[in-house]
Nanobody
Framework: QVQLVESGGGLVQAGASLRLSCAAS????????MCWYRQAPGKQRELVAE???????NYADSVSGRFTISRDNAKTTVYLQMNTLKPEDTAVYYC?????????WGQGTQVTVSS
């Protein structure tokens, strides 16, 4: 069974940077896209960033210019570089990999940004 293992979350001060990683435990074939979501307490889960099989990227307006999504195809790993973190970025971050007909989710990693 394929599992996505996330790492890199933590507690930081506003303005700091973090890099989240999401690695597949096994080989995944036919990946259509990889993406990152986040969910803050009492709020809807939202799409933060995505990268398609062709390398196109898309970002939520709230993180555009601060966050960068990237991938390592050899390791089937997706990253989220987060710079200039703000308290409103505080949330549990989840990675997702879609490889038809399968949809894989990471376990989530907590990111907390203090003022």
């Amino acid at each position: 069974q394929v599992q996505l293992v996330e790492s890199g979350g933590g507690l930081v001060q506003a303005g700091a940077s973090l890099r989240l990683s999401c690695a597949a435990s096994g080989r995944v074939f036919g990946i259509a896209f990889m993406c990152w979501y986040r969910q803050a307490p009492g709020k809807q889960r939202e799409l933060v960033a995505e990268i398609t099989s062709g390398g196109a990227t898309n970002y939520a307006d709230s993180v555009s210019g601060r966050f960068t999504i990237s991938r390592d195809n050899a390791k089937t790993t997706v990253y989220l570089q987060m710079n200039t973190l703000k308290p409103e970025d505080t949330a549990v971050y989840y990675c997702r990999v879609f490889a038809a007909p399968y949809n894989y989710w990471g376990q989530g990693t907590q990111v907390t940004v203090s003022s």
